[in-house]
């Protein structure tokens, strides 16, 4: 296997979005002709007692997760399982398909570990989405469908758009993510508010039985974000993914004035968010953490805080495929260490 970082400096010359079709290219392909590169790639799925899990009805061998973004379409969860991930959420889908904002829309800081994006929901659409994963699930690692409106849709029917795509993929996952927080659909944050959320969860909660979480943005105030996460789980969320990406732009030397930020300089922002939500929310409904999470420390942080999982997203970009294959080996060791025999001991550590 070639060293991610004698790579990297060729991959950096590609466009971002450009490195990534090539990135999901070869894992598709990977998957249809099993060749022997899938062999050593599933040597990197990292499972002990000790990480093993069960939540939303579901037994998790790990609690590293693929955060929604790169796996837009429901092309690549075989690979993203033997690249170590012990979950996929796919998505962001919307009802129809977009082709998403002008390019470019996706941009590396380098010098920050983060990437800045704009990309706009651009997704296959509900319709080929669901077949994909009418062919493959269930799946022996869970799958999260992440939902979200079309950007033409107005403020006024979002509801609709959601409500269709929680009937289009009704029993094709795991669980459902609410998204109401990508900076890159206009107006869409502006839906992070009590009347929306208690109608949504309302109508959502008739139409399955699947479990149903709220994905919250970083940028709110701390009191803000447990108030409306605190509502959002006595209007019947199962759960809490704080967070999604950040417009703090002064986080980065040079950046662009669209998108979201994602990768390192999120670690702190969001991991703030989560504590407050986490002291509030913690045994009270299931947490996981995104943003920022690049290391065994970092994502052991965030489980003594109260994640019962934490997702990665850009970390990859930076450190590489063997990134959650490190991460769940150093997981195992820390958590011994600790004197636990299992994860769920250490889960909300913090709060106890």
């Known amino acids: 296997m070639i060293n991610y970082e004698s790579i990297k400096p060729w991959l950096f010359k590609l466009q971002p979005e450009n490195a990534h079709h090539l990135a999901e290219t070869a894992i598709r392909t990977a998957n249809i002709c099993q060749i022997p590169f899938n062999s050593f790639l599933e040597s990197h799925f990292i499972t002990d007692d000790v990480l093993k899990q069960e ?12 955060g929604a973004g790169f796996d837009k379409n429901a092309t690549m969860i075989r690979g993203m399982q033997i690249l170590g991930f012990g979950f996929t959420e796919i998505g962001t889908v919307t009802p129809k398909p977009q082709a998403g904002n002008p390019k470019p829309r996706m941009w590396r800081h380098v010098e920050e570990k983060s990437v800045q994006n704009a990309m706009g929901f651009n997704n296959d ?4 989405v669901q077949g994909r994963l009418k062919k493959i699930f269930p799946y022996t690692t869970p799958i999260g469908v992440n939902i979200g409106k079309n950007k033409l849709t107005p403020d006024s029917e979002a509801i609709n758009d959601y409500t269709h795509l929680i009937k289009a993929f009704n029993g094709l996952g795991d669980y459902f993510v609410i998204n109401i927080s990508s900076p890159n659909t206009p107006g869409l944050r502006d839906l992070q508010n009590e ?7 309302s109508e959502a909660k008739a139409l399955t039985d699947m479990p149903i979480l709220l ?11 447990v108030a409306l996460t605190k509502m959002a789980v006595e209007k019947g969320a199962d759960g809490i993914i704080a967070t999604n990406t950040t417009i703090d732009y002064s986080l980065v030397k040079k950046p662009h004035d669209v998108g979201g930020l ?3 300089v999120l670690k702190e922002k969001s991991f703030k968010i989560f504590e407050a939500v986490a002291k509030e929310l913690y045994g009270k409904t299931t947490l996981i953490s995104v943003g920022g999470i690049d290391s065994a420390e970092e994502a ?9 999982l934490v997702q990665i997203l850009s970390g990859i970009v930076f450190h590489g495929p063997d990134m959650v294959m490190n991460i769940n080996k150093e997981l ?4 011994k260490a ?9 889960i909300g550590a913090d709060r106890k």
């Open 55 to 66: 939540l939303f009805g579901r037994e998790f061998l790990n609690p590293v997760g693929l």
């Open 125 to 128: 659409g509900a319709l080929k």
């Open 195 to 201: 009347e929306f959320i208690s109608k949504l969860f």
């Open 215 to 225: 994905k919250i943005a970083p940028d709110m105030t701390e009191e803000d974000a």
């Open 262 to 264: 994602s990768g390192a």
């Open 300 to 308: 052991y942080r965030r489980i003594k805080a109260g994640a019962s």
């Open 332 to 335: 195992i060791k820390l958590i």
């Open 338 to 346: 600790d004197g636990y025999t299992n994860i769920t001991e250490a």
